[in-house]
């Protein structure tokens, strides 16, 4: 069962003109329950006309300042971010989940590193907060951010990141990346090889990076992963966390058609009933009235995670679990479809 407490919205800051960061007020009874390490996201859950939307959005301050606060960028057609970018104002109850995520630093004070980032839009949410985290408990550490978006206007966080700039200087570097406007001083495009390349090889070709942080659209992250590897990185210093991923078109749901009996084990409760395998687990539980853990429903978060013990499930796209962990079972629930005639999934055993 996803935990959800209701706080209270103690600020709206206008970050941009399709953005805005919301700030909780989180009573002292509550705090150790939203204690959070950086790069971490929350569920947040409202009902409009009716229905019950939740969205998962990053945390960008950090564990240090003693605030929640996440950013909302609006989408076309966005029901949640529409109404947080025209609807919302302080004083308003949001029902808030637990900080949650695989996407996380945790800082040591004595240690000496040179971390990188590569962002692209509202990717910068939960790397402004390890940014911060690196800069405020890692004294000896420096960060490295190169940072895409359409222009300066557009730039979530821009002042934030220039403050930073000016007080950790020889600790901290931003580069940015405007794909509609040429600024002087500033690359020019997208976050490509040619941009990567750039930037470890030539500006700061005298570090030796010790992790990399890739946030955004799936394609962004998907090069700067490869030129990396191609400049000897290797994969387990490369820690990524998509905000938009493409279908999986390979997936040939055609062949799914059949029925599965369904054993779903939450909070220690089980429940059996029979799915079509055109359903995903996540729809056919959630269409039972059971209360299975979930936010996105996009394959972009790991609220659903689950693992499969008897039976089997394939996903229609998974950009979360690694190998090992799906041969061990695990799924995300809002992907993956049975395959068999019987199926036993745990969401407590994650």
Do not use: W
Not at 47 to 52: P, Q
Not at 275 to 288: F, H
Request: glycine share 6%.
């Amino acid at each position: 069962m996803s935990t959800f407490y209701k706080l209270v919205i103690k600020e709206i800051k206008r970050e941009t003109a399709s953005c805005v960061s919301i700030l909780f007020n989180v009573p002292e009874e509550l705090k150790t329950f939203y204690k959070f390490v950086s790069g971490q996201y929350v569920t947040l859950k409202v009902t409009l006309d009716g229905e019950e939307v939740r969205r998962a959005y990053s945390i960008c301050s950090s564990p240090k300042s003693g605030e929640l606060r996440v950013a909302v960028k609006a989408i076309k057609n966005g029901l949640f971010s529409t109404l947080a970018n025209e609807k919302l104002s302080v004083g308003n109850l949001i029902e808030v989940g637990l900080p949650e995520g695989k996407f996380v630093f945790e800082p040591q004070a004595d240690r000496q590193r040179n971390y990188a980032a590569f962002a692209a839009g509202s990717g910068i949410t939960p790397i402004a907060s390890i940014i911060k985290s690196v800069l405020e408990e890692e004294p000896k550490s420096t960060f490295v951010l190169t940072y895409g978006n359409k222009n300066p206007e557009e730039t979530i966080f821009y002042d934030t990141l220039q403050e930073l700039h000016l007080k950790y200087v020889g600790r901290f570097f931003v580069h940015y990346v405007y794909s509609k406007i040429n600024v002087e001083g500033e690359l020019f495009g997208r976050i490509d090889k040619a941009a990567v390349n750039f930037v470890i090889n030539n500006k700061h070709s005298e570090k030796s990076f010790d992790k990399f942080y890739l946030c955004g659209p799936e394609e962004m992250i998907n090069t700067a992963s490869a030129v990396l590897k191609e400049n000897n990185v290797a994969e387990k210093d490369i820690k990524f966390e998509l905000f938009t991923t493409a279908s999986n078109e390979g997936f040939e749901n055609a062949v799914l058609g059949g029925h599965t009996k369904i054993t779903v084990l939450v909070d220690d409760e089980e429940t059996s009933f029979e799915m079509s395998q055109k359903q995903t687990i996540l729809e056919a539980t959630l269409k039972q009235g059971i209360d299975a853990p979930y936010s996105c429903q996009g394959g972009v978060c790991s609220s659903c995670i689950c693992r499969v013990t008897e039976g089997k499930a394939v996903m229609k796209k998974n950009a979360i679990l690694t190998d090992g962990e799906i041969e061990e079972g695990l799924v995300l629930a809002c992907q993956a479809v049975p395959t068999t005639d019987s199926v036993f999934v745990d969401f407590d055993d994650v």
